[in-house]
């Protein structure tokens, strides 16, 4: 079983929806006995809260379920227990950094350091924007970028199954 978190500052606009992107592109490839996915945020700001309605409202557009998801705070068992945690900003993977043991630092990365070059136009871009204080386009250019993260992310997880 491979785990994977996905995690921002609130976890109510670009985890949430990195959650459900991901685990409709594990469900497709039917690996979903194999991984799970979950999401968090570096701050408890929104703890137990529903993810932003306008995230939730691009994300349904898209095919995407964030209903079943509630903001929950990073814990130290999160960095014990997941394979992959990847941070949407360079500041939350820094407070991410912080707050882990020296031997689980290598779980930690960018979500967009996933993103295949020649399969996006964007892929210099490093960071998902947080949409949260911008209109409605904030959320679909997350989506966009989430969606083509997960590929390469999808990618990686595959092979690390296939040579258990």
Do not use: W
Not at 129 to 157: H, K, M, Q, W
């Amino acid at each position: 079983m491979i785990k994977v978190l996905m995690v921002c500052m609130g976890n109510i606009c670009r985890s949430p929806t990195a959650e459900a992107v991901m685990r409709t592109a594990i469900k497709r490839a039917g690996l979903g006995n194999q991984v799970v996915v979950d999401s968090a945020g570096t701050h408890n700001y929104h703890q137990g809260e529903a993810p932003d309605k306008r995230a939730r409202i691009a994300a349904k557009k898209r095919g995407y379920d964030l209903t079943a998801i509630t903001a929950r705070q990073v814990n130290q068992q999160d960095f014990e227990i997941f394979d992959f945690i990847l941070a949407m900003d360079r500041h939350n993977l820094a407070l991410l950094q912080k707050q882990c043991s020296t031997e689980h630092l290598y779980k930690l990365s960018l979500l967009l350091s996933h993103t295949k070059t020649s399969e996006n136009p964007e892929s210099r871009i490093l960071e998902v924007p947080d949409p949260y204080y911008g209109g409605d386009e904030g959320f679909v250019r997350v989506i966009n970028l989430i969606e083509s993260a997960s590929d390469g992310l999808l990618r990686t997880i595959t092979s690390r199954l296939d040579s258990v």
